[in-house]
């Protein structure tokens, strides 16, 4: 059962039934998943004239039946609205959100009484990081005569969305396992991968440090004496 009068509107006798507002919360577009637990939503809502200039979000659990949880309010700009962490300090209710599923609506009324409610949209708010192991390439402290290495890594969580790596503090880039090094110069080198998940959450990079040495020694033959 979805939030009390998702998708629904009422009007005044005698005056059309004025069109739903449109809700939409910043998170990733296939799994929903935020790592903000104050997280913005956009709202597209009516501008035409005698359009009220505020409008309700309202966040309700995913239980049957659904229980209220937070009420916001924002005031929009021509018929954009977004729902920023000033509005969530403003709230009835809950100011922030837990780990868990959520479901909301956006309602705008008029001055001639009429209301709509959006259509619910599902999100879920996700603050735990995923890990990360690395499983393969040079151990730390190991010496190396190669200029080339590769580390193969993984990670336990489901939802990673990119893994990214860094050589040297060079800056972290979106890689793959069995991440591939060439033209390593003789030295320390230090290898770094973190995990990113479909919310936002990054890990803590796991690294590992070795060295590489091409250079031969100097052998010296001296006659006898």
């Given at each position: 059962?979805?939030?009390?009068?998702?998708?629904?509107?009422?009007?005044?006798?005698?005056?059309?039934a004025r069109p739903a507002p449109v809700l939409d919360v910043v998170a990733d577009p296939v799994t929903g998943r935020t790592d903000d637990t104050t997280p913005n939503f956009t709202a597209t809502a009516g501008n035409a004239t005698g359009d009220n200039a505020t409008v309700t979000v309202?966040?309700?659990?995913?239980?049957?039946?659904?229980?209220?949880?937070?009420?916001?309010?924002?005031?929009?700009s021509g018929a954009s609205v977004t729902v920023t962490d000033?509005?969530?300090?403003?709230?009835?209710?809950?100011?922030?959100?837990?780990?868990?599923t959520f479901t909301a609506t956006v309602t705008q009324?008029?001055?001639v009484s009429n209301t709509a409610t959006s259509t619910a949209i599902t999100f879920t708010v996700d603050t735990t990081a995923p890990s990360v192991s690395i499983t393969a390439g040079p151990t730390n402290a190991?010496?190396?005569n190669l200029a080339t290495a590769?580390?193969?890594f993984s990670s336990a969580a489901t939802d990673v969305a990119r893994f990214?790596?860094?050589?040297?503090?060079a800056g972290f880039g979106?890689?793959?396992?069995?991440?591939?090094?060439?033209?390593?110069?003789?030295?320390s080198h230090t290898f770094r991968v973190r995990a990113v998940d479909t919310a936002g959450n990054v890990s803590s990079a796991q690294s590992r440090t070795w060295s590489v040495d091409r250079t031969a020694p100097v052998v010296s033959v001296t006659a006898p004496i």
């Open positions: 059962m979805g939030p009390p009068g998702a998708g629904k509107g009422t009007q005044a006798v005698g005056i059309a309202k966040v309700y659990s995913t239980a049957t039946p659904a229980v209220l949880l937070s009420t916001i309010t924002a005031t929009r000033q509005n969530w300090a403003d709230a009835t209710g809950l100011t922030s959100l837990s780990n868990a009324g008029d001055n190991s010496l190396s590769t580390f193969e990214e790596c860094d050589l040297d503090g979106t890689c793959t396992s069995a991440a591939a090094l060439t033209g390593l110069a003789d030295g």
